[in-house]
């Protein structure tokens, strides 16, 4: 079973900066694709940043340019550098991961969640 913990939301000011983190646990064998999705009241769930194993990354054209995501492969940890937020930025967030079990058996598992917030 693969668990994943999230940290680092909260209220910023419009302009502000926050940094997501999420460790993924368990047994855990590889982790090929981690990413950050956010979810806004009233819409669906949407892809913010994605990487590989291999350090590829894939952005939504709303954050390309203030939002950075990044991956410690050792410590199974993705995290999300945001920059200059925006109210629209208010969502929660989820990290992702999908990867292989020591049962060698796929997982594709989900963060419960942390809000993110931004005040004009």
């Known amino acids: 079973q693969v668990r994943l913990v999230e940290s680092g939301g909260g209220l910023v000011q419009a302009g502000g900066s926050l940094r997501l983190s999420c460790t993924a646990s368990?047994?855990?064998?590889?982790?090929?694709?981690m990413g950050w999705y956010r979810q806004a009241p009233g819409k669906q769930r949407e892809l913010v940043a994605a990487?590989?194993?291999?350090?590829?990354?894939n952005y939504a054209d709303s954050v390309k340019g203030r939002f950075t995501i990044s991956r410690d492969n050792a410590k199974n940890t993705v995290s999300l550098q945001m920059n200059s937020l925006k109210p629209e930025d208010t969502a929660v967030y989820y990290c992702?991961?999908?990867?292989?079990?020591?049962?060698?058996?796929?997982?594709?598992?989900w963060g419960p969640g942390t809000q993110v917030a931004v005040s004009s």
């Open positions: 992702n991961c999908r990867g292989t079990t020591t049962l060698i058996i796929p997982f594709d598992s």
């Open positions: 368990g047994s855990i064998v590889s982790i090929n694709d």
């Open positions: 990487i590989t194993s291999g350090g590829s990354t």
